[in-house]
């Protein structure tokens, strides 16, 4: 069972930042993939930035060069840096950790892990 946290979000102007983190209740260094999702009202649950555990990235085309994912393996935790913040940005964000089948014996069938979500909002 892993537990996963986000904090970070908050209320943020157009053009500003914020840094989400997620803390995982156990250890990642192993964990195929963790990544960020977020959900605007109104929208599917959309995948923002992916980070695996070879440190490979992935991101949305709509943050790609603004959004930075990272994962401290020490501290089990993954960060979203999120730089020049649009108000299409505003939604619920939600970490998500990744197991593979059949990849980590303490996950043997694989599983999808999230955390409860942190709200971000930018104003115009």
């Known amino acids: 069972q892993v537990q996963l946290v986000e904090s970070g979000g908050g209320l943020v102007q157009a053009g500003g930042s914020l840094r989400l983190s997620c803390a995982a209740s156990?250890?990642?260094?192993?964990?195929?993939?963790l990544g960020w999702y977020r959900q605007a009202p109104g929208t599917q649950r959309e995948l923002v930035a992916r980070?695996?555990?070879?440190?490979?990235?992935n991101y949305a085309d709509s943050v790609k060069g603004r959004f930075t994912i990272s994962r401290d393996n020490a501290k089990n935790t993954v960060d979203l840096q999120m730089d020049s913040l649009k108000p299409e940005d505003t939604a619920v964000y939600y970490c998500?950790?990744?197991?593979?089948?059949?990849?980590?014996?303490?996950?043997?069938?694989?599983?999808?892990?999230w955390g409860k979500g942190t709200l971000v909002t930018v104003s115009s």
């Open positions: 980070i695996t555990s070879g440190y490979s990235t």
């Open positions: 156990v250890n990642i260094f192993s964990i195929n993939a």
């Open positions: 998500n950790a990744n197991i593979f089948k059949g990849v980590d014996p303490r996950f043997p069938n694989g599983m999808d892990y």
